[in-house]
């Protein structure tokens, strides 16, 4: 059984700066594509970014591309997702999901494509 569990969220000022983590617990880390989401108050699920089991091919939405930076570390079994010039709308809990890499060994950008998740972390940005 696979477990993740999401830190580093919190509150800040828009224009901050703010490093979310995702620690993953069982089966070789190696084994799993990741992707980051977020859920907005009243809103759907939304994929953040995703990236591959290498960390060599990465995803991330247009709503965060240039400011938003995944990243992970095989070695310590965790993966990051680190968020600069935040904004009020980036204010959302935010999710860590796993998936066993295929044959492609590429990223999902579907919620549906992944099979474990982490219980979320809020981040508020303030204006």
């Known amino acids: 059984q696979v477990q993740l569990v999401e830190s580093g969220g919190g509150l800040v000022q828009a224009g901050d700066s703010l490093r979310v983590s995702c620690a993953c617990s069982?089966?070789?880390?190696?084994?799993?594509?990741m992707g980051w989401f977020r859920q907005a108050p009243g809103k759907e699920r939304e994929v953040v970014g995703a990236?591959?089991?290498?960390?060599?091919?990465?995803y991330y939405a247009d709503s965060v591309k240039g400011r938003f930076t995944i990243s992970r570390d095989n070695t310590k079994n965790t993966v990051t997702l680190q968020m600069n010039s935040l904004k009020p709308e980036d204010t959302a809990v935010y999710y860590c999901?796993?998936?066993?890499?295929?044959?492609?060994?590429?990223?999902?950008?579907?919620?549906?494509?992944?099979?474990?998740w982490g219980q979320g972390t809020q981040v508020t940005v303030s204006s």
């Open positions: 990236i591959n089991w290498s960390g060599d091919s990465l």
């Open positions: 069982g089966r070789t880390f190696s084994s799993y594509a």
């Open positions: 999901a796993a998936r066993v890499r295929n044959g492609s060994g590429g990223y999902y950008r579907n919620s549906r494509s992944y099979d474990y």
